[in-house]
């Protein structure tokens, strides 16, 4: 695979660690995961979720020199509690506060576990991503990383 292409880390490091300064957890999903497990070349923005309290990523945002908009979160097919965008530039950073999918069979929570380390940052569990996947029909996507993991 050719060498991946991605947005600035600045601002999605200085999320995370803010976060980790105040006890959080966040983990790198979307395509910045699955281009850390290698199976794509292109990440277009930078994905996080994190099972802290809004309380706590808010006064975050608010302590960072980013411009952040809080969005829609339980929108379906999203069961999630939160949601911010953070200005990166020519990029976002979504926060994702305590991820959840609805689908076929209800609610499914998708907790914030961190697995590993992709360019200095913390990279999510992939097959709860692909549960992620599944559940809101992005069957490709999930077939992805399920089948990074039968490998």
């Known amino acids: ?10 601002v999605v490091q200085d999320v995370v660690t803010s976060i980790q300064r105040r006890g959080g957890v966040a983990a790198l999903g979307g395509s910045g995961l699955l281009a850390a497990l290698g199976l794509v070349d292109v990440v ?9 309290p809004q309380a706590l990523v808010a006064t975050v945002l608010a302590d960072l020199p980013y411009s952040h908009l809080r969005l829609t979160a339980g929108d379906t097919p999203f069961a999630s509690e939160a949601r911010f965008a953070i200005n990166g530039g020519a990029h976002a950073v979504d926060i994702i506060v305590r991820f959840a999918v609805r689908g ?18 913390p990279i999510g569990d992939p097959m709860a991503w692909a549960v992620a996947y ?9 077939g992805l990383l399920e089948d990074w993991a039968r490998q």
């Open 104 to 121: 076929d069979q209800g609610e499914t929570p998708i907790a914030t576990r961190v697995t590993g380390e992709w360019l200095g940052l």
């Open 1 to 10: 695979m050719a060498a991946v292409k991605h947005p600035p880390l600045d």
């Open 134 to 142: 599944r559940a809101i029909g992005r069957l490709e996507r999930a």
């Open 44 to 52: 277009v923005d930078w994905d996080l979720t994190t099972d802290a």
